[in-house]
Nanobody, 116 residues
């Protein structure tokens, strides 16, 4: 099972970015997928989660600004980030819980930097 993120970068406050995470292995459509982030000096925190049935959960700080989605045909999960704020800066990690293996996996992380 591998997770490969892309789409990070630098943007000014108010801008947008779209993160992608391409997955391999397992039965992607059944799995819980999500995005976490970690700012310097802080613990890793949940940003958005999408379970196999379609339910989503977002951190309060990103509700209304971020949208998580998946394309099961492409084994890819996305995070659309709008109205970005400097406090959104951090390394964003793709997450996948492979149901058939009962194991969790993480991507390598992609840097998002939002300047004021």
């Amino acid at each position: 099972v591998q997770l490969v993120e892309s789409g990070g970068g630098s943007v000014q406050a108010g801008g947008s970015l779209r993160l992608s995470c391409a997955a391999s292995g397992g039965i992607f459509s059944m799995d819980t997928v999500g995005w976490y982030r970690q700012a310097p000096g802080n613990q890793r925190e949940m940003v958005a989660i999408l379970i196999g049935g379609g339910s989503t959960n977002y951190a309060d700080s990103v509700k209304g600004r971020f949208t998580i989605s998946r394309d099961n045909a492409k084994n890819t999960v996305y995070l659309q980030m709008n109205t970005l704020k400097p406090e959104d800066t951090g390394v964003y990690f793709c997450y996948r819980k492979v149901i058939v293996l009962s194991r969790e996996y993480w991507g390598q992380g992609t840097q998002v930097t939002v300047s004021s």
